[in-house]
């Protein structure tokens, strides 16, 4: 028996290049995911902005959103996150206040302050070294840019001026936790990545939440690592895939997704092994039943009123299967 009333269930795509594909088939099956998704009851399908990475195929993050949501019409789509520090908010306002006005509705615009790359690369996107610190004024300066256009306004972010994205803070620490609860915003937390965090970033959003315009009480997200299969043992064996990313992490790597393996034993050394798991604290791996078990258990924890989903399959299929029989497992399946 459900403990908790059913909370929605969302995914984030990383739009993996695998060493089978390339960057327009993990574009399409992106697409198709959604196309999916939206059938199956999952209520967003985000993107996050990553670049100088050969295995993620999402740097231009708005043209994907675009992308995804012209071969959908009812789920939402969105940024999981754009790094904003990395942009003008002017800029911003205009490409997703396009987005809103092609697909009202739909949008939504995550927000962090992470680079999201490497050193050499934050040259290249010509990004000051200061920018993160001016996060949260480019958040208010983002909003009002989405706001109604004043009389005597002589700077007008044009098509977006008056479309009200919703905005979202994300973290992976307590500086937007305090951030989201400050401005009145919805929070998301990646703790399918960043799991060591998850409680205390979310007790301190919820103490700090003030009212606002686009909130009236507080919505947290969880961010979490699923992926189901038949049996635990076959879906523990997709989950290698995930893992050898993570442990590529501990020396630089950056490589395309790789296929499962029988034993992770054999892949990573002891460093590489703690390091992904830390990562990877909070993942949950198996049949229906041990997701069903898996999610009652994080929600039950965390008092989450939504859990965004990386389902990280190498196969397309297999990571389809994955998404659907988690939706079963939920039961959001319509």
Known sequence: MRLRPMIP????????????SDARTALNNARDVARHAERW???????????????????????????????????RVGAGGIMLPNHAPYVIAEQ??????????RIDLGLGRA??????TLRALRRAPEASDQFPQDVLELQAWFAPAGPDQRIVAVPAAGTEVPLWILGSSAFGAALAGELGLPYAFASHFAPEHLLQALAIYRSRFK????LEKPYAMVGVNIIAAETDAEARRLATTQQMSFADLVTGQRELSKPPIDDIE???SGAQKDHARRMLAR????????????????????GADELIIVSDVFDHAARLRSLELIAGAWGIAA
């Open 9 to 20: 269930l969302s995914i984030l795509d990383l739009v993996r290049v695998t060493q089978q």
């Open 41 to 75: 009851g999952y209520n967003r399908i985000w993107i996050a902005e990553h670049h100088n990475m050969a295995g993620i195929a999402s740097a231009a993050t708005s043209l994907v959103i675009g992308h995804i949501a012209e071969g959908t019409s009812r789920i």
């Open 96 to 105: 997703f206040g396009t987005l809103a006005r092609l697909y009202p509705g």
């Open 115 to 120: 680079p999201g790359t490497d050193q050499l």
């Open 211 to 214: 009212p606002s315009e686009q």
């Open 266 to 268: 054999t892949y990573w």
């Open 283 to 302: 993942s949950i791996v198996g049949s229906p039943a041990t997701i069903r078990d898996g999610i009652e258990a994080l929600v039950t924890e965390t």
